[in-house]
């Protein structure tokens, strides 16, 4: 009876078992004794069988981190741009000076908290990080390159990972007011658009002509505009048709007719500069924004301050948690949201009506607003 880690072997003149194995081009053996069967001698070879298969087994070597990362750029990150953008810049500025030239099982589970904890970077960086970390772990599993485990990334724990340093800023009704008083056109449609529905700008420029029902009173959420690339939606729970209140119609109505490109296949928001064929970008929106709120004297405005003004004024107008969760199109809450169905849809009506009537005020009643 032969194994590739060896064989035991009876020699017949002393009527004993010996246990042979070949070890650095020599063959190596150990006397077992008398017994009374050849299977009786292996199981009692059996914990020196394993010794030798232990030594004879290849060491597999843990690969470098920074070799591990470019390949997984290469074979497993996302396609998404801003994730592309963010999880390069936590590599490159991050991750690879710190990481780069270590072996990938060199980074356990405690150096990998204390070094998070000494970087002064927000809980909500630094568990970006993490997840990252975690993210190369599974992949080396996945490639081969380390044997199946559990990732040790998982013990990792980062305080305050769910908490904001800063709270988010939303503004009053009277301090939006001030703010469109200083956009022009189509800049103050956009802006109107986005606090109306809670759009992320992503969102807002990724609007088509042909996304509006203008005889039922909807708009189809349907893509993002990132870097100007066009992409879905962020989570599948973005993508949404919602109710357009009368109001917000007409002036959606007053923008097409001002506008240049005013066909179903054209944005929304289409940019002379690019001759229609992409809206205007992130970086000149937020320059805009910037200024009309420097101008209007509520200091700087940002994009995402318009989303986070939605749902500090849904929930001023009385809406449930639900339906303002419903409403905020978040991913990670989809199971509350099944929780209310189609019962919820009149509920969303009414709160997008009186929200629309908080970013209307002096431009006529909100449809049903009351």
Known sequence: MRHSSGSVVLDKRSNTYNFFWWEDGKRKSKAL??????????????????????????????????????????????????????????????????WGMCALTDMQARPVELWLQSLPLAPKSKAHIRGLLRLLWDYAMWAGDIPTQRNPIELVTVLGATKRLKKPRSLSADEFQKFIAKLADPFRT?????????????????????????????????????????EDTKTAESHRTMKVDSAMLEILKLWKQSSQFTGQSDWIFASPIQLGRLPYSYRQICRVYSRAGKQAGIGHISTHVLRHTYRSWLDAVGTSVGVQQKMMRHADIRTTMNIYG??????MVQAGSKVASLALIGRGTAGSAS
């Open 342 to 347: 189609d019962v919820v849809t009149d509920e």
């Open 190 to 230: 956009l802006a109107l658009l986005s606090v109306c529905f809670g759009l992320r700008i992503s969102e807002a420029l990724g609007l088509k002509w042909g996304d509006i029902d203008w005889l039922n009173g909807t708009i189809r959420i349907e893509r993002g505009i990132v870097a100007q690339r066009v």
């Open 33 to 98: 004794g008398k017994f009374p069967t050849k299977a009786a001698a292996w199981k009692a070879a059996r914990t020196l069988r394993q010794s030798v298969e232990n030594r004879l087994q290849p060491v597999s070597e843990s690969p470098q981190v920074s070799s591990l990362v470019e390949r997984y750029m290469l074979e497993k990150m996302p396609k998404r741009s801003d994730t592309i953008r963010t999880y390069t810049s936590w590599l490159k500025f991050r991750i690879l000076p710190k």
